[in-house]
């Protein structure tokens, strides 16, 4: 499974940005995806989780300013970011678990600074 995620890029505080994540290859239609971020000289932490059935889990500092989104004819996560915070600035990474293993993509920078 490869994934390619897309979106990131430099936003002033309180803007938004789009995240997309496709999947290709072994695709196995029971999965879970999700995005995780790490910011420099921090552990990598769980952002938002959706399950194939549209279950969904958010870290509490990103609630209510934060949606994860997913659309499964197109094995394509969506992470819609706003109101964003300079605490946002990381590298975001789209995760897929399926059939027991994880797999990642490469990460996309994301960096809120005026």
């Known amino acids: 499974v490869q994934l390619q995620a897309s979106g990131g890029g430099l936003v002033q505080p309180g803007g938004s940005l789009r995240l997309s994540c496709a999947a290709s290859g072994s695709i196995n239609r029971l999965n879970n995806m999700g995005w995780y971020r790490q910011a420099p000289g921090k552990q990598r932490e769980m952002v938002a989780l959706i399950t194939y059935g549209g279950s969904i889990n958010y870290a509490d500092s990103v609630k209510g300013r934060f949606t994860i989104s997913r659309d499964n004819s197109k094995n394509t996560v969506y992470l819609q970011m706003n109101s964003l915070k300079p605490d946002d600035t990381a590298v975001y990474y789209c995760?897929?678990?399926?059939?027991?293993?994880?797999?990642w993509g490469k990460g996309t920078q994301v960096t809120v600074s005026s």
């Open positions: 995760q897929r678990f399926q059939g027991g293993i994880e797999f």
